[in-house]
């Protein structure tokens, strides 16, 4: 499997919304509702965010949402703070495999 | 407290061999499906194979297929990834980390083990 389309980058100012898109096919990302998106600060180990397109874990703040749109799937983080600056990367998985997107690096202004 | 605690991880020469191991505590390891994901230095996350709870079913990234082998032992409560025929793309940082349910994503991961292959 090709790995997810994610942009390099988004940034946005404090307390603005920002979204980032992952691109797939109808293998993946358009096949299945299961799409997660993690949050990697530098040198730390990645956080699931969301799950199954649109769940958060617990402990997970609200102002994380996800949702998916045919082969799309968006990740939106809505009043955005200083500690939002990360990697994040989207995943479409099922039991047996998981590709991941390359990544986009949120930038806070 | 869920840890998942990596080693095993190191320099070794192209065509050589390395088993990683992940040893897992504070749930009940046989109930989950467990995956070994590797981040190159400054890339992405790359999925390289799965194992189910029991240990009967393994899946493996295209990748690694026939070179690597992911396996438990549910009485130890440990992961390993026997990795063989390695190869400089295969540098990374390799992370252990567990299922969420069925499905493979993944709602904690270790801190990782470095394995260097020089090109």
């Known amino acids: 499997q090709s790995a997810l389309t994610q942009p390099a980058s988004v940034s946005g100012s404090p307390g603005q919304s920002i979204t980032i898109s992952c691109t797939g096919t109808?293998?993946?990302?358009?096949?299945?509702?299961?799409v997660s998106w993690y949050q990697q600060h530098p040198g730390k180990v990645p956080k699931l965010m969301i799950y199954?397109?649109?769940n958060r874990p617990s402990g997970v703040s609200n102002r994380f949402s996800g949702s998916k749109s045919g082969n799309t799937a968006s990740l939106t983080i809505s009043g955005l703070q200083a500690e939002d600056e990360a990697d994040y990367y989207c995943s479409s998985y099922t039991y047996s495999t998981v590709v991941f997107g390359g990544g986009t690096k949120l930038t806070v202004l | 407290e869920v840890q998942l605690l990596e080693s095993g991880g190191g320099l070794v020469q192209p065509g050589g061999s390395l088993r990683l191991s992940c040893a897992a505590s504070g749930f009940i390891f046989s109930n989950y499906a467990m995956s070994w994901v590797r981040q190159a230095p400054g890339k992405g996350l790359d999925w390289v194979s799965g194992?189910?709870?029991?240990?009967?079913?393994?899946y493996y990234a295209d990748s690694v297929k026939g070179r690597f082998t992911i396996s438990r032992d549910n009485s130890k409560n440990i992961l390993y990834l026997q990795m063989d025929s390695l190869r400089a793309e295969d540098t990374a940082v390799y992370y252990c980390?567990?299922?969420?349910?069925?499905?493979?994503?993944?709602?904690?991961w270790g801190q990782g083990t470095l394995v260097t292959v020089p090109s």
């Open positions: 109808s293998s993946d990302v358009g096949g299945y509702n299961y």
């Open positions: 199954d397109v649109n």
């Open positions: 980390a567990k299922s969420l349910g069925l499905n493979l994503r993944f709602n904690y």
């Open positions: 194992i189910s709870g029991n240990g009967d079913s393994t």
